[in-house]
């Protein structure tokens, strides 16, 4: 079999990509060993957030666990809808889906089972897998898993709301988890190695973050390190003064991360080269082997949905020698947990890192008219600016945090500056009228 450009891959880089490159005239063949759809769609992005939903109408619910059980349902019909829709999407004219694991044979060539398929390019956008650290309890040390240790994937998979959680982990996936499990009852317990939760968000909106769950009810372990899981327990010890403690769960989730999904792709063969975090490559996303490019989370760049969706388009335009105006550099990104956070560009503690001078401006949600009327008067916005006045980040905690950053990122493509912000008109009443509050003398 022939195409113009083969991808390894229907996450939300892989079938983005393939239907952006059959508009543009390709003939492209996409390879899923698995489901349409990928991580996202199966267990990660979609089957959270829809648990999110519905967790933040738990607390109106008499009997929570049976809440829980219709949202399970519910999640799941949300995923099959929309993976019928990926298939639908991979059925067009132009690209040819193929079940199968997908190998590299050489720079133009990709085993499925039996049959070759030949492409001028490839494109490996495989993503990633949950990582498990070389602790004794997690069989990743060469002894037994405790039965009661799932990852993210397995543990949206079960119907039944455990009496009680403890999370591994303090950064993206632990804290949704972490949120969400807690609104339908749950008794939540994080460890976590960091001084702080969210080690890539801005430390004060962290911080804050961290404290609004602790009043909800979960329970923070900060600065300890897990020793071993033995059963339902958790054993850890206190990096500041040595202390060892533990915590009792029915179940244990690890969130410590994800890892390249790399193994199996018969990389050395074609050439491509491979890093500590993943396959490497140029800002076109091209590998050391021409004609191979590695887009998403398989390349440890930005291990975001929509970052892979841009790498994908980034490719193919350079495939067809086609410029384009895509930021890289500008990534948004959420945590949907209750508040949400959300953040683009630098931080303070970057630019402090970076040794250049920024300016920041704070504006909080309680000054703001519609977060009173909603009763959402928790939150904080931040705007970074460089010595030019120019915005070089934004920073936000509290509700809808994603769509007040989506704003600024825009706005950052333009390069645009505090005073300009400051000069654009906003409907009232509105929580981005807090950006404004942030951008004002």
Same mark, same amino acid.
């Given at each position: 079999m022939n195409a113009d450009l083969i991808i390894i891959g229907s996450g939300p880089g892989g079938y983005e990509t393939a239907a952006y490159a059959a508009r543009n005239g390709l003939q492209v063949t996409i390879i899923e060993e698995c489901l349409a759809g990928g991580t996202c769609l199966n267990c990660g992005c979609i089957p959270t957030k829809a648990l999110v939903h519905d967790a933040g109408q738990a607390a109106t619910k008499s009997d929570r666990a049976q809440w829980f059980a219709e949202a399970i349902g519910r999640k799941n019909a949300i995923v099959e809808q929309?993976? /019928?829709?990926?298939?639908?999407?991979l059925a067009r004219p132009g690209i =040819?889906?193929?079940?199968?694991?997908?190998?590299?044979?050489?720079?133009?060539?990709?085993?499925?089972? /039996?049959e070759e398929i030949t492409a001028r390019d490839i494109i490996i956008a495989t993503g990633s897998a949950a990582k498990m650290p070389p602790i004794p309890g997690l069989g990743t040390d060469g002894g037994e898993r405790s039965p009661f240790v799932v990852t993210s994937e397995e543990l949206l998979d079960r119907p039944k709301l455990p009496q009680s959680l403890c999370i591994i982990g303090a950064g993206v996936i632990g804290m949704e988890m972490a949120s969400v499990y807690s609104a339908f009852g749950c008794k939540v317990t994080v460890v976590e190695y960091l001084k702080e939760c969210l080690p890539t968000l801005d430390a004060e909106l962290a911080r804050r973050l961290r404290k609004q769950m602790e009043r909800q009810g979960i329970e923070f372990h900060l600065g300890c390190a897990v020793e071993r899981v033995d059963g339902k327990n958790v054993i850890f010890s206190n990096l500041k003064n040595g202390k060892e403690g533990s915590t009792e769960a029915d179940i244990i989730l690890v969130a410590t991360g994800r890892q390249p999904r790399v193994d199996g792709l018969n990389l050395e063969q074609a050439g491509v080269e491979t890093s500590r975090t993943g396959i490497v490559t140029d800002e076109n996303m091209q590998t050391t082997t021409p004609h191979i490019y590695a887009i998403g989370d398989v390349n440890g760049r930005q291990m975001l949905a929509h970052a892979a969706t841009f790498q994908g388009y980034r490719a193919v335009n350079h495939i067809l020698g086609k410029p384009d105006g895509i930021r890289l550099d500008i990534m948004p990104s959420a945590i949907f947990t209750h508040p949400e956070a959300a953040s683009v560009g630098l931080t303070e503690d970057d630019c402090k890192s970076a040794g250049c001078e920024c300016i920041t401006r704070k504006a909080v949600y309680r000054a703001n008219g519609r977060a009173n009327a909603i009763g959402q008067t928790e939150g904080l916005v931040?705007?970074?600016?460089? $010595?030019?006045?120019?915005?070089?980040?934004?920073? !936000?905690?509290? !509700?809808? $945090? %994603? $769509?007040?950053?989506?704003?600024? %990122? !825009?706005?950052? =493509? =333009?390069?645009? =500056?505090?005073? /300009?912000?400051a000069d654009i008109v906003h409907i009232h009443p509105t929580l981005s009228e807090i950006l404004l509050d942030a951008a004002r003398d």
């Open positions: 929309l993976r /019928q829709g990926v298939e639908q999407l =040819t889906f193929l079940k199968g694991h997908g190998i590299l044979k050489d720079c133009h060539t990709v085993v499925v089972g /039996q931040k705007i970074v600016i460089d $010595a030019n006045d120019k915005i070089i980040g934004c920073h !936000a905690l509290g !509700a809808d $945090a %994603s $769509a007040l950053v989506q704003e600024i %990122s !825009a706005l950052m =493509t =333009t390069g645009i =500056t505090r005073r /300009q912000l």
